[in-house]
């Protein structure tokens, strides 16, 4: 399964304090989907960084500011045997079903990044030092 992320990707920051029920201050959004959401800054600009990705525009209303981005990306979700035969550029660590799992990014001549990550129903590592994740 993969999901291409280009022109359609929107994050909007909240202006709005956290609290218990709402946590995140970034949520990305591919289209109308939700995709990810990030607490701090910080969590947001190593995704888009992982994923190739640049924030291109804002525009600012009373409640939020929405972003833009530049740059296109490619993740998908494949076997372990597929996933032990690709050669990564870099890797990263993401959320997968419910356990951290390793990324692997390829960073395509044609401008594309491609980020790969297993499918949770196959025997996989699972992260346990969490120092590397998104937050």
Not at 64 to 71: E, L, Q
Not at 74 to 85: G, K, L, T, Y
Not at 99 to 115: A, E, F, M, P, Q
Request: hydrophobic content about 30%; aromatic content about 12%; overall charge positive.
């Amino acid at each position: 399964m993969s999901e291409h992320l280009g022109n359609e990707i929107m994050i909007i920051r909240s202006n709005k304090r956290p609290t218990a029920f709402r946590r995140y201050q970034y949520l990305v959004m591919n289209g109308p989907y939700s995709l990810t959401a990030f607490r701090t800054k910080a969590g947001l600009k190593r995704w888009l960084s992982d994923f190739g990705l640049t924030i291109r525009y804002h525009s600012r209303n009373s409640s939020s500011v929405m972003f833009t981005v530049d740059g296109e990306a490619i993740h998908s979700m494949v076997w372990s045997d597929e996933f032990n035969a690709i050669e990564a550029d870099e890797t990263t660590y993401r959320l997968s079903n419910g356990d951290y799992t390793l990324n692997k990014i390829k960073r395509g001549s044609d401008g594309i990044t491609r980020v790969y990550y297993m499918n949770p129903n196959c025997n996989r590592e699972i992260l346990t030092d969490r120092r590397y994740l998104y937050e």
